[in-house]
Every structure is written in C-alpha cells, then in structure tokens.
C-alpha cells in the first residue's frame, strides 16, 4: 500500500476526504473486501470509543473542579509574556541505565578557560531523578518560586559555593518556574526548572564536583529523555527534557554560552 | 501558537478581568476534558485529578493564555503534558480502569458494557504517543492539524501514529466482534 492510500484510508474513516477522494476510496473498498474488513474495523472502533464514554459528557461535573476552575490565578509573574512556540517536547523519563550516548564537538570555548586536555563529564545521576521527579509535580515543581528570582539565586550561589546565573530562555518560549535545593553527588547541587506556556517543562541542573576540569559537551537520550551535560570548573552542568536532540540542542547551547558570558564579565 | 487555531468550538473570551467569564470559560471544556481524561487515565478518580491538575496549571499560567485563542486545545495541551509526565512516572505499571462508572452512568445492557470494556481495554495497551491521537482524532474529533498542535509534533507524525495505532488495534479486536460488524 503506498503511502498516499495509507493517507487516504485514514482521512476516509475520519471523514475528511473530498467528495471526490470519497467516491474513490469507496470504489476500492468495493474491489477489495480485506480492505473495506479494515475499514469497518477502525469505523467500529471509534464508535465503540464514544459510545463507552458518551455517558462522562452527561455527568455532573463534581464540584470541587467547579471550584478550581473559579479559583483566581496567581498573581501576575515577572517575566515577559513574549512566549515564541516551541517544538521543544518535554517531559520526564525512566532514568535508570542510559543506552545511547553520543558526542558532538563541543561549543566554542574561550582559549584561555580551556585545559590542555578536554575530558567526558561524568554523568550526573541526581540530575535525571530530580528531574524525573519534579517535572511530574504540578503543584509544587519548585521550593522557591520564579517571583522571588533574586532571593532564589542568592540562596544558592551561597549554598554552591559560586555565583550562579540563570540563563533566559524565553526567545525559546522557557520561562522560569523556579528552583530548588538538592543533595547532590559531591555537595549541595540546585535545580532550576522552566516550562513553556502550555506546560512542557525543562530543568536545568547545577552541581558541584570534587575535581576541576573542563569537558566537552556531551548528549545522551534514554527512554525520551534526552540530556546534555558538561562540566565547567568545579561545576557540573546538564539540561534534560524530553525534546528530540536537535530541539534541546540550540537550547543547550544557549544555556552553555550565558553561562561563559557570565564568567567574562 | 494557540493562536493559530481558526476554529473555536467552545470559547467565549475570558480575561483576567472577567473572573466570572474566565470560569465560565473553563467550566464548558469541563464536559470533554473529563472525557479525555477518563479515557486517558482509567478511574474515574484518576481522571478527575488530572482534570483538577489542569485547571490548577492553566490558572498559574493564566498571565501566558491569549484572549482569542482557542482555550479547549490550550487546556488539552496542558493536560497532554501533565499526564506524559505523570504517565512516565508510573510507566512500568500497567493501566488499570475502573469500570464501576461504567455501570453507574449508562443504562447500557450487559453486551454494550462489555463492548465498551473492550475498546477501553485495548486503547489502554496503546503507548502514550499512540494513545493520544487515537483519543484526539477519534474521540474528540479533532482534525490532525490541531491533534498536531496539542501534541506539538507535525501533521505527518499524527498521522503516522494514528496509522500504526488503528494497525494495533486491529490485531488486538476480537474475532468474532468484526464478523457481527455489517
């Protein structure tokens, strides 16, 4: 079956063909009694769909989601409305053994940051739980919220040891939700997470490492969740979300060249 | 990019001055998105969780939504991204569904609640992506243009997955049901 049939046969059981595309779909459906089968399958499906939740339309609606539903939002944020689209899918993902690993040359480093020898960042364990964790949180996905941006990065550039910066996402519609505390490998570690306006979300993870270096940026995807990490110094870096690689990559870019920008400053 | 949507079946134009016609607004995608979610989730108490999650992420993002859009797929968007998040979490447990509103809300005789059973049963076996634009398209009715942008991915992947999803739906149906189908 080609393609443009495969097309044709879907958009014919969701009834948005042409008259015409109709009439002809119809005519190989009367040639082929295995295809019309299939056909009536996938129409009787989708009857059975409705009709086995047709009754949740006639419920009422109980009223505590009334009640949120009148709640009143929070109170406006500081940051700008000027959210772009973005392709970027985000989520969390089962962190546990990553399979794929690959690398690409890393971003232009400035020479005189640069060791004599580039090394592979460790992979930074607490970066994927944390993040599998907290994305999934609706209510309460950080400790401290993006309102009190100022207090947040205070408080743990203290605990860090370091003064942290938080790159702006917004040209690639990520606005700042917040951030936490965490425990991490070798000493404190913080997490700032991001999320775009329909919800997908993006942390960025920040830890401190018992050895300084300087690594090359490295990507690794696991059950759809992909990663880039690098180490900086005594900092470890990662971003995670649930994007494709190419997607998350400007964005990791972006986030790594703020953050070199910070130090020339 | 909600913006885009043309079409608006349910909205009326709420603003955050308009407390009363940002509830309103809400309230009548509540019908659907129940029905989304009990189809997404299984329990009726799951569902309505994810439906209470929603409008609680939709109204602390409430300063992002811009008034002319399209709220319903704006509120199914959200919905779609916290149950992935949610649906990741809990991956390696199996979907369990509730049927007791089944029987509650449905004067259905013992044949069509046992059909009902069965088409849940096996959209429930569907992975995530798969199962979502089975719901969207074919619950909800939605042309793959905005499944598309529910889900954020291009037309061609809706399309792409819906195939493969009918595909596996069909293997899994039982036998007997299609010969009864006319």
């Known amino acids: 079956m080609t393609d443009n049939m495969e097309d044709k046969l879907l958009r014919y059981v969701d009834g948005r063909l042409t008259p015409a595309e109709h009439a002809e779909v119809d005519a190989w459906l009367a040639a082929d009694p295995a295809l019309a089968q299939r056909v009536r399958a996938d129409l009787a499906d989708i009857v059975a769909l409705r009709g086995a939740t047709a009754h949740v339309l006639e419920e009422e609606i109980p009223q505590h989601l009334i009640a949120a539903a009148r709640a009143r939002p929070q109170a406006g944020r500081r940051f700008p409305m000027a959210i772009a689209a973005s392709a970027a899918m985000l989520a969390i993902g089962l962190g546990l053994g990553f399979t794929l690993a690959r690398e690409f040359a890393p971003p232009p480093v400035p020479a005189a940051a640069a060791p004599a020898d580039t090394v592979l960042a460790d992979i930074p364990p607490p970066a994927v739980a944390a993040h599998r964790l907290y994305v999934a949180e609706v209510r309460h996905p950080v400790e401290v919220p993006a309102s009190e941006e100022e207090h947040l990065v205070n408080w743990l550039s203290r605990r860090l040891g370091t003064k942290l910066i938080v790159p702006r996402l917004d040209t690639y519609g990520f606005t700042l939700v917040g951030g936490r505390l965490l425990p991490g490998g070798s000493g404190p570690a913080a997490q700032f997470m991001y999320e775009t306006r329909d919800g997908k979300r993006l942390t960025l993870y920040v830890c401190s490492e018992t050895e300084a270096r300087q690594t090359s940026f490295r990507f690794q995807e696991s059950n759809g969740v992909s990663m880039f990490y690098w180490q900086e110094g005594k900092f470890g870096y990662a971003l995670l979300s649930e994007s494709p690689r190419d997607t998350l990559l400007p964005v990791a870019k972006r986030v790594y060249a703020a953050l070199i920008e910070d130090r020339k400053d | ?182």
Not at chain 2, 28 to 54: E, I, K, N
Not at chain 2, 162 to 167: E, K, P, Q, V
Request: with cysteine; charged share 30%; hydrophobic share 45%.
């Open chain 2, 1 to 182: 990019m909600f913006t885009e949507y043309a079409k608006a079946p349910i909205l009326s134009d709420p603003s955050d001055k308009d407390a009363q016609a940002r509830g309103d607004a809400i309230i009548a995608c509540l019908p659907r998105l129940r029905r989304y979610a009990r189809a997404l989730a299984g329990s009726r108490g799951q569902a309505d969780d994810l439906v209470h999650d929603t409008i609680a992420r939709a109204l602390d993002r409430w300063h992002l939504w811009r008034e002319g859009g399209d709220l319903r797929a704006w509120l199914f968007a959200i919905m779609h991204n916290i149950n992935a998040n949610q649906a990741r979490k809990k991956a390696r447990s199996p979907v369990t569904l509730d049927y007791d509103d089944l029987r509650d809300g449905t004067q259905a005789d013992q044949h069509e609640r046992l059909a009902a059973r069965e088409i849940l049963d096996r959209v429930a076996t569907l992975g995530e992506d798969q199962r979502a634009v089975v719901l969207l398209v074919g619950l909800e009715g939605l042309a793959y243009e905005d499944a598309a942008k529910i889900l954020d991915v291009p037309v061609g992947t809706v399309m792409s997955r819906l195939s493969r999803a009918r595909a596996r739906l069909r293997e899994d149906a039982p036998r007997a049901r299609l010969k009864v189908i006319k």
